[in-house]
């Protein structure tokens, strides 16, 4: 006979969820403030911080592909009957959607922020399923094309993003 999981699953779940979502707040504010302009910065700019860029998508996707797929597994765990392959769906699609979210989410945030976040969500979210497609058609022998387009696809965009940014100015 199915017996639904306790509250202890529900809350596990529940208190992964909100742990992925406090993470980008966290980087977010972690930001260290200057002082006060410097001197001429009208016309001296820092160069992008790319590097940065980089090791936040890197942290993002895989932050974003364990703490997803550690909750995705607990919500499906939670709520579906037992059966022999019982989590693995919901790990995929939660690492899946973790990696897909926090990726540029971080990469914004190490990137000083300059750029247009939502630009950045749509590219991770593109590559993301243009990497699903090429996994699938090469039979699973491909899957380092999903995390590196997408942190590419989020570096690229943050990129672009600031320096029209920064050409307005």
Known sequence: MY?????????VAVLL???SLALPVC?????????????HADTVEAPLNTGGMWRGGLLGWTGGFLVGGISGYWIEVGTTE???YQGIGGFMLGAFTGAT???PIL?????????HLGVGLAASALAGALGVAVIAASDGHLLLVLPVGQIWASVSAE????ERRRARR
Request: include cysteine.
């Open 27 to 39: 980087v977010l504010g972690a930001r260290q403030a200057t002082s006060g302009p410097l001197p």
């Open 3 to 11: 017996r639904p999981a306790g509250r202890r699953t529900g809350r």
């Open 17 to 19: 969820v909100c742990a």
């Open 101 to 103: 979210l926090l990726t």
């Open 82 to 84: 037992p059966n022999e």
């Open 159 to 162: 990129k672009r993003t600031a």
């Open 107 to 115: 990469t914004h945030a190490k990137g000083g922020g300059e750029g």
